[in-house]
């Protein structure tokens, strides 16, 4: 198992560097230069071109392509993001900040997602074609269907205008307590009502196989409790595919949510990604996608082990 | 209609900081919420008007910006010109101290003016070229020489410099004193979360005595739907940026719905250079074209004033003996059909076997999506064909400096035109300046006569002198439509019924007196 892990985790840098190579390439083709963006209305004529061309040699962007993208990775190697051409701030402590915003949110938006999507996919598997079912699927179907954002708006006026049960928009750094918790209600339930209806609709789809295997068939015939069956005999064996849809879904979650995290105000790191592509800074795009991406990686990893534990069939050696 | 409410009657609700009433009642928490994050803590470092909007709370500057274009003491309480307007000395406020303990004193400003005349922590100066020194002539004295004329020396001291503790700046550096901010202001920084919070919290020993509004707390809300929900909820107390078409929500809700003229003057810029609107005939047509009271009415609700000259009509260089352009596309067709642009089969307009065709290159910030459709419509029906072209901020600069447009919208914040001579810059490779005037070939001794009436504006400080130089400027302005001049949109704001003692100041963010209350 841990040279599977060992082998697995040393695909991750070959992944990643596709990944900041590509993310390189395409925010340097992107029209619009990012130094022009700093120059100020007040300076103008010959000074404005001046400073363009000194700001140009100062962040290096008059070296070839090659020289700044060789730069780059070694900077990377070294754990160094680098400066935030827009605020001039170190760009790691900035990015963790997001990324823990991000993280948070993630993970209660996951919790209540699993929580939600998995028994109503269980019940209305084991109750199919029943008004139950049909109610469960309905909606997990409008979970799904419904725009995130005009979810979002419902949910903020009728919690937070008509019934003022709760903010409509902030973070306070942690939802670890009472008070910061409550900023985190309405952008997960808003999450997590789309991704349950999917993992509900997926987890009832993958059990439907299970559930008239002949293994299943044999269990009830032996006499054991339904109970007993649908928890050990057809959940435990549709839990590979539903762990792949959980794993993609976190890393969904992790990766950022860049229409609730502007809905709600929460400072995740897809804002701050898609804040950094608007205004050309280059260095916390870099960054922040490979956040991104090692998010989604280290998911598949985790999924992947995660297989080995349900099914013991699975080995890593 | 437009529910103008002037500064100065607000000014009569607040109390300056500066003149020391007795301390009001206990009040919560003032939240104002803003659509993106300062840049930066630190003044030095910072250029975006957002972000001063932001940290301006917990610095000063020397003069604070007052109701109809009037001055108030900041940290200085007196200043004089002399030798010509080339050398102006300021009396600086005794008895104040950085939030840091380190005394406020000539010593200090100068560091200041230092910081940026150095281009120590950024790479421009808000000074340059104007002035050339900035040194201590007393314990509470500085001398600010000027290199050449800077009419508008004064107002660039309402929000530059806003004065850092040399002590914190020396021993954290730039990016240092950006995780913690140190001036003299009536807030001290509590906390910043990016993309979220700044807290920053009554200053107990400022100045002008401590405020009575314990605490501020800007939260970062993206979201214009969003901030007035947050409102609506009572969760927050001050929106900017209200949207025209929600005045009426909002006021049902409860929510105290100002607005105010400000010096901000939206136009239609022309691409002088190339294509059809290097014609001053098809720019004079395309500005009959458009029927500015019906957008206004449409797009800003009444919220805003057809503009004359660029000029709104509160400030002292309004003349109403320019011209304005009417809506008439009947003489807009005459006009171009004297030109030689005859409509052709498909009520398009053609002259030499080329179309009328114009790109109207617009960006995805309000009201400009609204806009640009409406422009494409009038136009349309006057025989242009028109192609609207939507880009972001990065990549409507590079088409704006590349030329890869007719006609663009575009709006510029200033004081007021004749004060700030960033109002309208002629300079042609100002990364900023969308007219493009001067320098042009296609104007041929235009351009001269602007670079001339420039250069003497830039000099001159005494108000009537101004307005007549500026009047040749507006008048040439208007003879060859250099600039289309569409309105001056009021700012518009959302307030808590809560909130009490405030006002927004020229420069268009909540002010309020140290008697202020949210209760």
Not at chain 2, 87 to 112: C, E, H, I
Request: hydrophobic residues 45%.
């Amino acid at each position: 198992m841990w040279a599977y892990i060992a082998r697995r985790s040393v695909l991750i840098v070959p992944t990643l560097l596709g990944v900041v190579t590509l993310v390189f390439v395409l925010i340097r083709v992107a029209p619009g230069n990012p130094i022009e963006l700093m120059i100020p209305p007040g300076v103008s004529g010959a000074a404005s071109v001046a400073l363009v061309k000194k700001l140009t040699a100062l962040y290096g962007f008059n070296r070839p392509l090659y020289i700044q993208y060789v730069d780059y990775i070694w900077q990377i190697v070294r754990l160094q993001f680098g400066t935030s051409l827009q605020t001039q701030t170190v760009i790691l402590p900035q990015l963790l900040i997001h990324l823990w915003a991000s993280l948070q949110l993630a993970l209660v938006a996951f919790i209540l997602s699993v929580v939600l999507g998995i028994p109503a996919g269980v019940v209305s598997a084991v109750r199919r074609d029943s008004i139950g079912d049909a109610g469960l699927m309905f909606v997990a179907l409008g979970g799904i269907s419904i725009p995130t954002f005009v979810l979002a708006y419902v949910l903020i006026f009728v919690f937070g205008v008509v019934v003022h049960a709760l903010p409509p928009s902030g973070y306070n750094g942690s939802i670890f307590t009472p008070s910061g918790f409550r900023f985190v209600v309405l952008p997960a339930v808003t999450l997590a009502l789309g991704t349950a209806g999917f993992i509900a609709r997926f987890t009832r789809s993958s059990m439907l196989e299970i559930l008239h295997t002949d293994h299943v068939r044999t269990a009830r015939a032996k006499g054991l409790a339904e109970g007993h069956i649908v928890r050990r005999h057809v959940l435990r064996n549709s839990l590979i595919p539903i762990l792949t849809v959980l794993g993609l879904t976190l890393g969904g979650l992790l990766g950022g949510q860049i229409v609730i995290e502007n809905v709600f105000g929460w400072p995740g790191v897809g804002q701050y990604l898609v804040n950094a592509i608007f205004e050309r800074d280059f260095p916390v795009v870099q960054a922040a996608s490979i956040s991104v991406a090692a998010a989604f990686v280290i998911m598949n990893l985790v999924t992947d082990l995660a297989y080995a534990w349900v099914d013991p069939r699975i080995r890593y050696d | 209609m437009v529910g103008a409410v002037s500064a100065a009657a607000m000014l009569c609700a607040a109390v300056a900081f500066q003149a020391g009433t007795s301390a009001a009642a206990s009040s919560a928490p003032l939240v104002i919420l803003q659509g993106s994050s300062p840049t930066s803590l630190n003044p030095v470092q910072e250029a975006d008007w957002l972000s001063r909007e932001s940290i301006g709370y917990m610095f000063d500057p020397l003069i604070y910006a007052g109701p109809n274009d009037t001055y108030l003491p900041g940290l200085a309480t007196s200043w004089s010109p002399s030798d010509h307007g080339m050398v102006w000395t300021f009396q600086l406020r005794k008895g104040v101290k950085f939030q840091d303990g380190t005394p406020w004193n000539a010593q200090a400003a100068v560091f200041n003016f230092n910081l940026d005349l150095a281009k120590t922590s950024k790479n421009y100066s808000d000074f340059e070229p104007w002035v050339k020194s900035v040194k201590a002539t007393g314990a509470y004295t500085i001398q600010i020489t000027l290199g050449q004329p800077y009419a508008t020396l004064l107002d660039v001291l309402t929000w530059s410099p806003l004065f850092v503790s040399p002590t914190a700046y020396t021993k954290e550096g730039a990016t240092g004193f950006a995780q913690h901010p140190v001036g003299t202001g009536p807030y001290t920084f509590g906390s910043y979360t990016p993309n979220a919070t700044l807290v920053m919290n009554a200053n107990p020993n400022y100045w002008g005595g401590k405020p009575s509004i314990p605490q501020i707390k800007v939260e970062i809300v993206p979201s214009p739907t969003t901030q007035e929900l947050d409102m609506e909820s009572g969760t927050a107390d001050v929106m900017y940026n209200v949207p025209p078409q929600d005045v009426a929500t909002l006021k049902q809700h409860g929510l105290v719905v100002p607005s105010t003229v400000i010096a901000d003057g939206s136009m239609v810029s022309f691409n002088l250079q190339s294509g059809p609107t290097a014609d001053p005939k098809v720019r004079l047509a395309i500005m009959e074209s458009l029927n500015r009271n019906a957008i206004n009415q449409v797009v800003f609700k009444g919220y805003s004033q057809v503009s004359r000259a660029g000029v709104p009509s509160s400030s002292p260089f309004y003349n109403k003996s320019v011209p304005q352009v009417s809506f008439n596309p009947t003489a807009a067709g005459a006009l171009l059909n004297a030109d030689g642009w005859k409509m052709g089969p498909n009520g398009y307009r053609v002259k030499n076997g080329k179309p009328l065709a114009i790109t109207i290159l617009a960006n995805t910030n309000d009201p400009w999506p609204t806009i640009s459709p409406i422009f494409a419509q009038e136009l349309k029906q006057v025989g242009f064909q028109t192609k609207i072209v939507t880009q972001d901020w990065a990549t409507y600069l590079n088409s704006m400096r590349a030329g890869d447009y007719s006609i663009s919208y575009w709006d510029l914040a200033a004081f007021t035109l004749g004060t700030w001579d960033g109002m309208v810059n002629m300079e042609t490779s100002n990364y900023w300046n969308v007219s493009q005037i001067a320098h042009v070939p296609s104007l041929g001794k235009v351009s001269a006569q602007i670079n001339a009436i420039y250069a003497k504006e830039t000099g001159q400080s005494n108000t009537a002198q101004r307005a007549a130089t500026l009047l040749q400027w507006q008048k040439i302005d208007y003879q060859d439509q250099l600039v289309g001049w569409l309105f001056h949109p009021d700012a518009i704001f959302a307030v808590s019924p809560k909130f009490k003692g405030y006002y927004f100041n020229n420069w268009d963010y909540v002010f309020f007196g140290k008697n202020a209350t949210v209760k």
